[in-house]
C-alpha cells in the first residue's frame, strides 16, 4: 500500500519563502509529482522527481530523497495568487497510477 | 484548455438514481484514471485503464463502474447514488511512463439530493 502525509494547512507572507513537506511509504515507488490546484478547479502540474536532488523551475523547486521517502517543494517570492492547495502525488511502479496526499492548503497574505 | 475535456460540467441527481460521466483524454493519450474528490478532501483514486483495459483499481464502490472505448474516450458510471457521493470527479490523462505529463480535465461537480 502507500502512505502519503502532509501538513494540513500553511501561512505565509507575500514575498516570503515556503517550504512544503511530503513524507511516502510506498511500494514500487516510480517518482514523486507536485500538483497545484485551487479550490474547486483542477489540478495543475508543478514538478516531478524520479532521482534524489532538487530540481528548480522558476519559482519553484522540488527536492527528493528516496531513502528517506521525503520530498518537499519549495516555493519562492510568494505571490498573492500562490494561495492554493499543494499535492504531493507518488507514481505507482507497475501502473503508472498516481497516488496523492491529502494537500496542503497554502494562504498568503499581504 | 487542457485537452481533457469533461462532459457534464455539474450534475445535479437525486438518491438512488444513474449518471454517466464522459471523459475524451488528449491526444495521444492511451491512459485515462478516475479520481473523486469530496469537499476539503483529497484526490481518491478510483481506477485506470490503458488502451482499452482495466490496469489498476482503487478504493472504488461496487455501485461505480467504468470503461474506455476503442477511441480512448472513457466513462463513470455511478449507480444507486447517495449523498455521500456527491464530489467533484476528476479524469487526467497520460502517455504511459510520461514524465510528469499527466494532465487533468477541469472536473464534473456532481450533486446528489
Known amino acids: 500500500g502507500q502512505n502519503i502525509d502532509q501538513p494540513t494547512e500553511m501561512t505565509a507572507t507575500e514575498g516570503a519563502i515556503v517550504q512544503i513537506n511530503c513524507t511516502y511509504q510506498t511500494s514500487g515507488f516510480n517518482g514523486l509529482f507536485w500538483y497545484q490546484q485551487h479550490a474547486g478547479e483542477a489540478p495543475t502540474f508543478l514538478s516531478y522527481n524520479v532521482l534524489d536532488g532538487l530540481e528548480e523551475k522558476g519559482r519553484f523547486s522540488s527536492f527528493l530523497s528516496r531513502s528517506k521517502g521525503y520530498s518537499y517543494l519549495l516555493l519562492k517570492e510568494l505571490q498573492m495568487k500562490d494561495s492554493a492547495s499543494y499535492l504531493c502525488?507518488?507514481?505507482?511502479?507497475?501502473?503508472?497510477?498516481?497516488?496523492f496526499g491529502t494537500g496542503t492548503r497554502l494562504q498568503v497574505f499581504p | 484548455d487542457s485537452g481533457v475535456t469533461q462532459t457534464p460540467k455539474h450534475l445535479i441527481t437525486a438518491t438512488g438514481q444513474r449518471v454517466t460521466l464522459r471523459c475524451s483524454p488528449r491526444?495521444?493519450?492511451?491512459?485515462v484514471y478516475w479520481y473523486q474528490q469530496s469537499l476539503d478532501q483529497g484526490l481518491q483514486f478510483l481506477i485506470q485503464y490503458y488502451n482499452g483495459e482495466e490496469r489498476a483499481k482503487g478504493n472504488i464502490l461496487e455501485r461505480f463502474s467504468a470503461q474506455q472505448f476503442p477511441d480512448l474516450h472513457s466513462e463513470l458510471n455511478l449507480s444507486s447514488l447517495e449523498l455521500g457521493d456527491s464530489a467533484l470527479y476528476f479524469c487526467a490523462s497520460s502517455v504511459e511512463g510520461a514524465r510528469g505529463d499527466y494532465t487533468f480535465g477541469s472536473g464534473t461537480r456532481l450533486t446528489v439530493v
Open positions: 502525488a507518488v507514481r505507482s511502479y507497475n501502473t503508472d497510477k498516481l497516488i
Open positions: 491526444s495521444g493519450d492511451l491512459s
